[in-house]
Antibody
Framework: EVQLVESGGGLVQPGESLRLSCVGS????????MSWVRQVPGKGPEWVGS????????DSVGSMKGRFTISRDNAKSSLYLQMNSLRVEDTAMYYC????????WGPGTMVSVSS | VLTQTPLSLAVTPGQPASISCKSS???????????VYWYLQKAGQPPQLLIY???NRFSGVPERFSASGSGTDFTLKISRVEAEDVGVYFC????????FGGGTKVEIK
């Protein structure tokens, strides 16, 4: 069964850091572009950034650029999101998505930033 | 940018529903594939895939769901809405990165 499972979320204070992980199974993670997507409860999804299959050209976008870094370890079928200098507005559910993979999304991992 | 309409839809069970997703740019054809997807997100759940590559129903998706489109215009149709179809529908395109429609909330009258 094709599956993506995110983990690593939690409650942190503004300015702190967090590292999210995503493990894929049932398919070859290394063959896909991978992205992180976030969704504030009650709002639509927002693309965080993506990484090529070879791990190069990792890029986050918008307000996350320079604070969020995407990486991957294809040998471990894993994708990571290092989030630094977290802000209250980064509070959201975070999902990993494999481009072109015919699959439901994983359960996501919730990040809450609050003082 | 993906513009999705309508924002909300109240449908009588058994009646059809249609949701539009318009792209600000014509989507490229990558080896015969256009990467437009449709998802349904039920309350408190992650998105579930309905349609992949414009018009292909995902495994287990009822036949009452269909989709079509090309270029900049894409449409999801439900032939006869059922109570279990309530939730937020959104389109997604894969062109380099990911873009999302704003979502359409479907509820039962």
């Amino acid at each position: 069964e094709v599956q993506l499972v995110e983990s690593g979320g939690g409650l942190v204070q503004p300015g702190e850091s967090l590292r999210l992980s995503c493990v894929g199974s049932g398919f070859s993670v290394g063959g896909y572009w991978m992205s992180w997507v976030r969704q504030v409860p009650g709002k639509g999804p927002e693309w965080v950034g993506s990484t090529k299959p070879d791990g190069r050209d990792n890029d986050s976008v918008g307000s996350m650029k320079g604070r969020f870094t995407i990486s991957r370890d294809n040998a471990k079928s894993s994708l990571y999101l290092q989030m630094n200098s977290l802000r209250v507005e980064d509070t959201a559910m975070y999902y990993c998505v494999a481009h072109g993979l015919r699959s439901n999304w994983g359960p996501g991992t919730m990040v809450s930033v609050s003082s | 940018v993906l513009t999705q309409t309508p924002l909300s839809l109240a449908v009588t069970p058994g009646q059809p529903a249609s949701i539009s997703c318009k792209s600000s740019q014509s989507l490229p054809d990558d080896n015969g594939k256009i990467y437009v997807y449709w998802y349904l997100q039920k309350a408190g759940q992650p998105p579930q895939l309905l349609i992949y590559e414009v018009s292909n129903r995902f495994s287990g998706v009822p036949e009452r769901f269909s989709a079509s489109g090309s270029g900049t215009d894409f449409t999801l149709k439900i032939s006869r809405v059922e109570a279990e179809d309530v939730g937020v529908y959104f389109c997604m395109q894969v062109v380099g990165g990911l873009s999302f429609g704003g979502g359409t909330k479907v509820e039962i009258k």
